[in-house]
Protein backbone atom coordinates (compact mmCIF):
# COMPACT_ATOMS: atom_id res chain seq x y z
CA UNK A 1 0.00 0.00 0.00
CA UNK A 2 1.51 3.44 -1.05
CA UNK A 3 1.98 6.31 1.22
CA UNK A 4 0.87 8.39 -1.38
CA UNK A 5 -3.04 7.62 -3.40
CA UNK A 6 -3.83 8.11 -6.62
CA UNK A 7 -6.49 5.97 -8.98
CA UNK A 8 -5.48 3.10 -10.57
CA UNK A 9 -7.01 4.25 -13.90
CA UNK A 10 -8.72 7.24 -15.94
CA UNK A 11 -9.89 7.22 -19.32
CA UNK A 12 -10.96 9.59 -21.89
CA UNK A 13 -11.86 10.06 -25.73
CA UNK A 14 -8.70 12.01 -27.64
CA UNK A 15 -8.72 15.48 -27.67
CA UNK A 16 -10.60 15.44 -24.35
CA UNK A 17 -8.66 16.80 -20.82
CA UNK A 18 -8.11 14.37 -17.76
CA UNK A 19 -6.70 14.78 -14.26
CA UNK A 20 -5.22 12.39 -12.35
CA UNK A 21 -4.99 13.43 -8.51
CA UNK A 22 -2.14 12.62 -5.74
CA UNK A 23 -3.49 12.34 -2.14
CA UNK A 24 -0.71 12.22 0.80
CA UNK A 25 -0.38 14.31 3.92
CA UNK A 26 0.86 16.83 5.73
CA UNK A 27 4.51 14.67 6.60
CA UNK A 28 4.47 14.50 2.69
CA UNK A 29 3.05 16.41 0.07
CA UNK A 30 2.16 19.11 2.27
CA UNK A 31 5.55 20.04 3.56
CA UNK A 32 7.16 19.25 -0.02
CA UNK A 33 7.44 19.44 -3.59
CA UNK A 34 5.83 16.90 -5.60
CA UNK A 35 7.02 15.57 -9.21
CA UNK A 36 5.11 13.78 -11.47
CA UNK A 37 6.50 10.83 -13.87
CA UNK A 38 5.43 8.79 -17.14
CA UNK A 39 6.67 5.68 -18.18
CA UNK A 40 5.33 4.49 -21.39
CA UNK A 41 5.16 0.89 -22.10
CA UNK A 42 8.37 -0.74 -22.61
CA UNK A 43 10.40 2.87 -21.78
CA UNK A 44 12.17 4.12 -18.63
CA UNK A 45 10.35 6.60 -16.74
CA UNK A 46 10.60 10.31 -17.43
CA UNK A 47 10.32 13.22 -15.74
CA UNK A 48 7.30 14.68 -16.38
CA UNK A 49 6.11 17.39 -14.09
CA UNK A 50 9.03 18.57 -10.84
CA UNK A 51 8.35 21.30 -8.20
CA UNK A 52 4.89 20.74 -8.42
CA UNK A 53 3.91 22.80 -11.87
CA UNK A 54 7.70 23.17 -13.66
CA UNK A 55 8.39 21.51 -17.29
CA UNK A 56 11.37 20.39 -17.68
CA UNK A 57 12.09 20.97 -21.71
CA UNK A 58 10.98 19.25 -24.34
CA UNK A 59 7.72 18.19 -22.07
CA UNK A 60 5.09 19.90 -24.05
CA UNK A 61 2.68 22.42 -22.34
CA UNK A 62 -0.53 20.19 -22.59
CA UNK A 63 0.62 18.63 -19.12
CA UNK A 64 0.69 20.53 -16.02
CA UNK A 65 0.62 20.22 -12.60
CA UNK A 66 -0.65 21.78 -9.58
CA UNK A 67 -0.48 20.96 -5.60
CA UNK A 68 -3.10 22.50 -2.71
CA UNK A 69 -2.65 21.56 0.63
CA UNK A 70 -2.22 17.56 0.76
CA UNK A 71 -2.86 16.96 -2.33
CA UNK A 72 -1.72 16.98 -6.10
CA UNK A 73 -3.32 16.97 -9.27
CA UNK A 74 -1.39 16.24 -12.93
CA UNK A 75 -3.46 17.47 -16.09
CA UNK A 76 -3.62 16.61 -19.40
CA UNK A 77 -5.51 18.13 -22.56
CA UNK A 78 -5.53 17.73 -25.51
CA UNK A 79 -5.49 14.13 -25.47
CA UNK A 80 -3.53 11.60 -27.67
CA UNK A 81 -3.42 7.89 -28.05
CA UNK A 82 0.55 8.29 -27.40
CA UNK A 83 -0.01 9.77 -23.95
CA UNK A 84 -1.49 5.78 -22.88
CA UNK A 85 0.96 5.25 -20.16
CA UNK A 86 1.43 4.86 -16.59
CA UNK A 87 1.74 7.90 -14.65
CA UNK A 88 3.06 8.00 -11.05
CA UNK A 89 3.79 11.51 -8.40
CA UNK A 90 6.25 11.61 -6.23
CA UNK A 91 7.48 13.50 -2.90
CA UNK A 92 9.92 13.19 -0.13
CA UNK A 93 8.40 12.01 3.08
CA UNK A 94 9.91 14.17 6.16
CA UNK A 95 8.48 10.90 8.88
CA UNK A 96 10.22 8.50 6.75
CA UNK A 97 13.25 10.66 5.74
CA UNK A 98 12.93 8.84 2.51
CA UNK A 99 11.28 9.43 -0.58
CA UNK A 100 7.91 8.26 -1.91
CA UNK A 101 5.71 7.73 -4.30
CA UNK A 102 2.31 6.96 -5.47
CA UNK A 103 0.47 3.63 -6.80
CA UNK A 104 0.35 5.02 -10.08
CA UNK A 105 -2.46 5.66 -12.95
CA UNK A 106 -2.83 3.98 -16.00
CA UNK A 107 -4.25 5.82 -18.28
CA UNK A 108 -6.27 5.29 -21.32
CA UNK A 109 -7.11 7.39 -24.55
CA UNK A 110 -10.14 5.58 -25.80
CA UNK B 1 23.90 15.78 -22.04
CA UNK B 2 23.58 13.19 -18.42
CA UNK B 3 23.39 9.43 -19.28
CA UNK B 4 23.03 6.91 -16.65
CA UNK B 5 23.23 3.13 -17.61
CA UNK B 6 22.80 0.07 -14.98
CA UNK B 7 25.26 -3.15 -14.95
CA UNK B 8 25.01 -6.09 -13.11
CA UNK B 9 23.73 -9.42 -12.95
CA UNK B 10 20.32 -10.07 -14.65
CA UNK B 11 19.72 -13.37 -12.27
CA UNK B 12 20.77 -14.11 -8.79
CA UNK B 13 19.82 -17.03 -6.11
CA UNK B 14 17.47 -16.98 -3.77
CA UNK B 15 19.42 -15.48 -0.27
CA UNK B 16 22.05 -14.33 -2.28
CA UNK B 17 23.11 -10.58 -2.68
CA UNK B 18 21.83 -8.74 -5.97
CA UNK B 19 24.48 -6.05 -7.58
CA UNK B 20 24.39 -3.54 -9.55
CA UNK B 21 26.30 -0.53 -10.63
CA UNK B 22 25.31 2.99 -12.44
CA UNK B 23 27.46 4.57 -14.63
CA UNK B 24 26.70 8.34 -15.10
CA UNK B 25 28.05 10.35 -17.97
CA UNK B 26 27.78 14.29 -18.91
CA UNK B 27 27.95 15.21 -15.42
CA UNK B 28 29.91 14.83 -12.19
CA UNK B 29 28.38 12.44 -9.23
CA UNK B 30 29.81 15.36 -6.93
CA UNK B 31 27.55 17.88 -8.10
CA UNK B 32 26.25 18.66 -4.59
CA UNK B 33 23.19 19.89 -5.95
CA UNK B 34 21.95 16.02 -7.00
CA UNK B 35 21.52 12.68 -4.95
CA UNK B 36 22.04 9.19 -6.92
CA UNK B 37 19.47 7.06 -6.19
CA UNK B 38 17.44 3.62 -7.15
CA UNK B 39 14.09 2.46 -7.98
CA UNK B 40 12.51 -0.28 -8.69
CA UNK B 41 9.53 -1.82 -10.83
CA UNK B 42 8.32 -5.47 -9.53
CA UNK B 43 6.17 -7.09 -12.58
CA UNK B 44 2.68 -5.71 -13.25
CA UNK B 45 3.54 -3.05 -9.93
CA UNK B 46 4.35 0.62 -9.56
CA UNK B 47 7.88 2.21 -8.28
CA UNK B 48 9.72 1.27 -5.50
CA UNK B 49 11.95 4.05 -3.71
CA UNK B 50 14.92 2.10 -2.90
CA UNK B 51 17.52 5.03 -1.69
CA UNK B 52 19.44 7.62 -2.46
CA UNK B 53 22.97 8.72 -1.80
CA UNK B 54 25.11 12.00 -1.96
CA UNK B 55 28.61 11.89 -3.67
CA UNK B 56 30.08 12.65 0.64
CA UNK B 57 28.60 9.32 1.01
CA UNK B 58 25.13 10.66 2.75
CA UNK B 59 22.32 7.76 2.43
CA UNK B 60 18.66 7.55 2.99
CA UNK B 61 16.88 4.47 2.70
CA UNK B 62 13.47 2.91 2.43
CA UNK B 63 12.89 2.07 5.89
CA UNK B 64 11.41 -1.16 4.32
CA UNK B 65 14.24 -2.32 2.89
CA UNK B 66 16.93 -0.29 4.97
CA UNK B 67 17.90 -3.66 7.00
CA UNK B 68 18.98 -5.51 3.90
CA UNK B 69 20.41 -2.19 1.45
CA UNK B 70 23.64 -0.49 1.08
CA UNK B 71 24.02 2.28 -1.65
CA UNK B 72 28.02 3.04 -2.20
CA UNK B 73 29.46 6.04 -4.32
CA UNK B 74 33.01 5.92 -6.52
CA UNK B 75 33.49 9.07 -7.24
CA UNK B 76 36.87 8.51 -9.03
CA UNK B 77 34.87 6.27 -11.38
CA UNK B 78 31.70 8.85 -11.60
CA UNK B 79 29.20 5.87 -10.31
CA UNK B 80 27.58 4.68 -7.57
CA UNK B 81 26.22 0.93 -6.61
CA UNK B 82 23.64 -0.96 -5.04
CA UNK B 83 23.53 -4.30 -2.68
CA UNK B 84 20.51 -5.95 -1.99
CA UNK B 85 21.29 -8.66 0.65
CA UNK B 86 19.13 -11.84 1.00
CA UNK B 87 16.75 -11.67 -1.86
CA UNK B 88 14.14 -13.26 -2.02
CA UNK B 89 11.47 -13.76 -5.43
CA UNK B 90 9.63 -10.79 -4.43
CA UNK B 91 13.10 -8.67 -5.41
CA UNK B 92 12.24 -9.80 -8.98
CA UNK B 93 12.24 -6.42 -10.67
CA UNK B 94 13.27 -4.21 -12.99
CA UNK B 95 16.10 -1.82 -11.92
CA UNK B 96 16.62 1.97 -12.05
CA UNK B 97 19.17 4.38 -11.19
CA UNK B 98 18.43 8.04 -11.64
CA UNK B 99 19.77 11.35 -10.45
CA UNK B 100 17.97 13.11 -7.24
CA UNK B 101 17.31 16.48 -7.22
CA UNK B 102 18.27 17.71 -3.55
CA UNK B 103 16.05 19.68 -1.87
CA UNK B 104 13.17 19.67 -4.06
CA UNK B 105 12.92 15.94 -4.67
CA UNK B 106 12.71 14.65 -7.79
CA UNK B 107 14.31 12.15 -10.20
CA UNK B 108 15.74 12.82 -13.30
CA UNK B 109 17.26 11.53 -15.97
CA UNK B 110 16.60 7.64 -15.61
CA UNK B 111 19.01 4.84 -16.78
CA UNK B 112 16.87 2.33 -18.87
CA UNK B 113 16.50 -0.14 -16.42
CA UNK B 114 17.79 -3.47 -15.98
CA UNK B 115 15.56 -6.56 -14.69
CA UNK B 116 16.99 -8.90 -12.62
CA UNK B 117 15.28 -11.93 -11.55
CA UNK B 118 15.64 -13.77 -7.90
CA UNK B 119 15.28 -17.62 -9.15
CA UNK B 120 17.40 -20.67 -7.89
Known amino acids: QSVLTQPPSVSAAPGQKVTISCSGSSFNIGNNYVSWYQRLPGTAPRLLIY???KRPSGIPDRFSGSKSGTSATLGITGLQTGDEADYYC???????????FGGGTKLTVL | QLQLQESGPGLVKPSETLSLTCIVS??????????WGWIRQPPGKGLEWIGI???????YYNPSLKSRVTISVDTSNNQFSLKLSSVTATDTAVYYC????????????WGQGTLVTVSS
Open chain 1, 51 to 53: ENN
Open chain 2, 26 to 35: GDSISNNSYF
Open chain 2, 53 to 59: ILYSGIT
Open chain 2, 98 to 109: ARFRRSYWWFGP
Open chain 1, 90 to 100: GTWDSSLSAGV
